[in-house]
């Protein structure tokens, strides 16, 4: 293949370097593109075909549905992983020795206590309050609690900057569940691993212990190393664009949160809860919605169905469908709702309108069955995302500060009024 790009403007050729990844991607760099051709620009709405960064942490073939973190398959990780090895990993580049896995979780713990004037923020929302808005609202907080700002070019800065977070994280995720419940809010057990923790802090009971259950905590294990990285998403490239204003880490992790809300993204895992409720409520007539999914005229989409970049099976769907039917017989669940799941699937699997888009069931269309059956409420399952792509948004920002790269500021194309002359309002 040529290691050059030609590309014609107003009759001159100019030429853009090729550049291979080391999985064999190929892309144009344009980085000259503007200074070469006196001001021309891309449009490319929703960065279909844009690459905004170079980067070493997650490789994924949407086309043959391959997943890796740092290299390692996802089927392998949420297999043989915890998901404590799976951040160690994202963020820094390597699998964690036992003795760093131990030492990145004992420094964990030792920063996990939230200020507690904290809660006086916490108590300002009302009960009604969505848990994404609260979790996104107090990761910023966390900045004035902890105001000197990381030095990037210190590694120990950084790395006390990510156990920090990951550390205090899980507390702020439980206390918004807390919070809605009218529970006190718990600040959980040194003694305890990093998903047994998040379980307790969520479902202590202020007058019973609380009972680790094994099926529960591997299942959320692999829920969260599932969803830990997904390389350049809209929650993510938020993360790295707030980020790339040098604005502090919470700060950016804050407007990842955010960004992750939205049904079209992280959101999805609620709304396809109530969309699989409203169809068993409607007498489950799948066909019926399938119907509504395909009508242009109708804004109803099939949620959990369909992905950006995937267009084969979502790997991670296949690992979480498996999980979903394991977790619900272990505990004995039996859900009518992962019935109405299966048949969507396999309609929506033969169906001519969903073949011919590649839309097949995406990372969130399982999960929230599974958060069901585990007791979480559905407007939680957002967040349960969050806490589990936390490590992926650190490691991106971290990349994202060491690569030193530049503030992100797309361009555009201006199709607005040409210069008008000002009228004063009498005038107008
Ligand atoms: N139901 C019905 N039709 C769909 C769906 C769906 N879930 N998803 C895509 N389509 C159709 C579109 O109407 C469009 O049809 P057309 O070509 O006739 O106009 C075609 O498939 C392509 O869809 P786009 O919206 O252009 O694809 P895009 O890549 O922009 O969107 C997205 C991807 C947002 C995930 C979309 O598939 C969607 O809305 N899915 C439902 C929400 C969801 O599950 N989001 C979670 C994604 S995973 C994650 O973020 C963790």
């Known amino acids: 293949m040529s290691d050059k790009a030609t590309l014609e403007v107003n009759g001159e050729k100019h030429e853009f ?11 144009i760099d344009i980085k000259t593109l503007r ?14 075909n844009t690459g905004s960064c170079e980067s070493e942490i997650t490789f994924l073939d949407g086309e043959k549905g391959i997943l890796r973190y740092r290299g390692y398959s996802i089927e392998e990780l949420a297999e043989k992983a915890d998901f404590l090895e799976v951040a160690y990993l994202l963020i820094f580049g390597e699998l964690p020795t036992k003795e760093q896995h131990d030492k990145f979780h004992a420094d964990i713990k030792s920063k996990s206590v939230v200020d507690d004037d904290v809660r006086k ?15 996104s609202s107090l990761t910023s907080a966390l900045t004035a609690f902890n105001p000197s700002s990381v030095n990037v070019d210190s590694e120990a800065d950084m790395y006390n900057s990510v156990v920090k977070i990951l550390g205090k994280f899980p507390v702020l995720v439980a206390w918004t569940m807390r919070k809605k419940q009218g529970l006190p809010l718990d600040y ?23 009972v680790q259950n094994k099926i529960i905590v ?15 998403n809209c929650s993510t490239s938020t993360v790295r664009i707030v ?19 939205g049904p079209l993204h992280g959101g999805a895992n609620q709304a396809v809860l109530e969309m699989l409720e409203a169809i068993k409520e409607d007498g489950g007539d799948t066909k019926k919605y399938m119907a509504k999914a395909k009508d242009k005229n109708d804004p109803f989409r099939l949620m959990g169905f369909g992905h950006r970049v995937y267009k084969n099976f979502d790997p991670r769907a296949k690992i979480i469908k498996k999980a979903a039917d394991e977790v619900l017989a272990d505990l004995g669940v039996e859900d009518p709702i992962l019935e109405i799941a299966k048949g969507l699937e396999q309609e929506a699997l033969n169906d001519p309108y969903f ?14 069955i599974i958060y069901r ?6 407007d939680m399952f957002t967040v349960m995302f969050a806490l589990g792509r936390l490590p992926g948004w650190i490691a991106q920002w971290r990349e994202m500060r060491l690569r030193k790269e530049p503030i992100g500021r797309p361009r555009q194309l201006y199709v607005g009024e040409t210069f008008r002359a000002f009228k004063t309002i009498d005038k107008r």
Request: proline content about 5%; glycine content about 10%.
């Open 243 to 261: 980020g790339s204003s040098h604005a502090g880490l919470f700060a950016s992790l804050s407007a990842g949160i955010s960004a992750l809300w």
């Open 17 to 27: 370097p090729i550049v291979v990844g080391t999985e064999k991607e190929v892309a």
């Open 373 to 378: 059956a585990m007791g979480i409420p559905t």
């Open 121 to 135: 923020i916490i108590d300002a929302f009302p009960k009604t309050a969505h848990p994404m808005g609260v979790l």
């Open 218 to 232: 591997d299942a959320l294990d692999k829920l969260l190393i599932l969803h830990a990285d997904h390389e350049q």
């Open 35 to 48: 200074s070469v051709t006196g001001g021309v620009t891309t449009i490319d709405a929703g960065y279909k």
């Open 188 to 210: 959980g057990s040194n003694s305890l691993g990093y998903v047994e923790n998040v379980l307790k802090m969520m479902f202590k009971q202020p007058n019973e212990d609380y």
């Open 355 to 368: 073949v011919k888009r590649k839309l097949y069931p995406n990372v969130d269309f399982y999960s929230g």
